[in-house]
């Protein structure tokens, strides 16, 4: 049982923050969350003390409450909408919704079902990210048999291997993995596809595919010296936990989204002696998590702005790097402006280790395998329906280009779900 000691706030608290919401007709707040939760309804019910009510609300929107509430980029989604942060702060939402998604793991309050009619159609959904969670819920709620096909012996995906355990605890995951499960999924752990099984095999015997395996792949900058022992991908260190021994060495993080912000602040964690974000735009166009920034410096990360990596030196290993800084320009169509390096102004920094965090892509070994068309990036091309070029086989999350939000991973599930529904019932 999920302990009540053991959550951010108190019931005083939190009434406190729901009081604050003005309960606007007019509902920015859901217009700004990507998976449109009815957030003016579960805060009304969360005022009253009607939690379980407000958690059923939010289950009509998303399965993943209790995660969303912690780790979404509020700021730049939900609150950011909000009405009240026009002139001050705005409503606590990320709180009330992490509140109200932990009470239902205290309490054991059921995710509602659509439907008890058992519907003639089984789904294969390959992946158990945010996506897949997502996909396989609302078909099970909807009646279907779904049976989950995950390369790991836990599900969760880019939740457990992509998101440190000080920004989400894995025993509040894997309590809601629980629940969702509890729901009717089947699972196949330790199965890879184009490893264990192919694409072809699943199409023998499910009705209707989806593929949400994640892009976790850290792209490269195709930069001099990027092959240098010492230089990492900012993905692979998070998902497979494989660090090199930090003591004592100073290390650079390349990017400004939350996956630097995540690897440098568990780098730091490990022992490393200085750690530097180092961002080609101005702080204010970081990707990132404004919370997130300010968490790193305030654990002591070190920011370099307005700076690009443009070449890594050493014989073997990293030994130092070579950065120049960059004005930003506003150029003909550009929608902003976009940093352009400062002829002259190269310098020179020792360092460790260089930590690649620019970007993802997906696995080319596994989406060759598939049999479906690729978008000019590598993704899982898919149409309006999040059909592939297969029509029986769907797609969606990062595989597919999604935004790289967990938030939008599972609306892009939720709407595929949709979809495949409307598509095995033609």
Known sequence: MWLQENMKYGKEEIKKKAEYCLGCKVKMCRKG??????????????????????????CNTTVLSPICGRICPHKSQCEGACVRGIKGESVSIGDLEAYVGELGLQYGYEIPKFSEEKKNKRIAVVGGGPAGLTVASWLVRNGYEVTIYERYDKLGGILRHGIPDF???????????????GLGIQVEYGKSIGKDYVLEDLEKQYDAIFLGIGANISAKMGIEGENLQGVYGGNELLEHYSHPQYTGKTVAVIGGGNVAMDTARTIKRLGAKEVTIIYRRAEKQMPAEKKEIEDAKEEG??????????????????????????????????TREVPVDIEGSNFILPMDYVVMAVGSKPEESIVNTLGVELTTRGNIK????????KKNVFAGGDISGTKAT??????SGREAAKAMMRWLER
């Open 382 to 389: 898919i149409d309006e329906n999040y059909q592939t070029s």
């Open 33 to 58: 969350c990507p998976l449109e939760n009815d957030i003016t309804q579960f805060i009304a019910y969360v005022k009253e003390e009607q939690y379980e009510e407000a958690y059923k609300t939010v």
């Open 406 to 411: 967990v938030a939008w991973a599972s609306r």
């Open 301 to 334: 990360i070190k920011f370099l702005f307005q700076t690009n990596i443009v070449t890594i030196h050493g014989k073997e290993k990293v030994e130092e790097i070579e950065c120049i800084k960059t004005q930003l320009v506003k150029k003909e169509g550009e």
């Open 167 to 181: 920004r989400l605890e894995k025993d509040i995951l894997d309590k809601q993995i629980e629940k969702i499960l």
